[in-house]
């Protein structure tokens, strides 16, 4: 079992940056991939950017050169740097992981972009 806790939405202009942080309730170590997802009103969550346990990494074409996803072993974290945001990057931003046969979600983090 893994709980995975998001922090660091909210409000930003365009242009602006924000950083995504989610922590898990136990080593990261042994989990394959981590992830965010996000879901904007209306739409379906949709798969924003991922890492594997090896370092390799992936990203949505329409984040890609904007979002940086890393993990931190040492700390249980992985984080999503989010960089020159637009207005349609606004969703609730949701934490993903992958442990053997199972998957787990956090709560969800709002990011709103908007002037």
């Known amino acids: 079992q893994v709980q995975l806790v998001e922090s660091g939405g909210g409000l930003v202009q365009p242009g602006g940056s924000l950083r995504l942080s989610c922590e898990a309730s136990?080593?990261?170590?042994?989990?394959?991939?981590m992830g965010w997802y996000r879901q904007a009103p209306g739409k379906e969550r949709e798969s924003v950017a991922r890492i594997l346990s090896g370092g390799y990494t992936d990203y949505a074409d329409s984040v890609k050169d904007r979002f940086t996803i890393s993990r931190d072993s040492a700390k249980n974290t992985v984080t999503l740097q989010m960089n020159s945001l637009k207005p349609e990057d606004t969703a609730v931003y949701y934490c993903?992981?992958?442990?053997?046969?199972?998957?787990?979600w956090g709560q969800g983090t709002q990011v709103a972009v908007s002037s």
């Open positions: 993903h992981a992958v442990a053997g046969p199972r998957q787990y």
């Open positions: 136990r080593s990261i170590f042994s989990i394959s991939r």
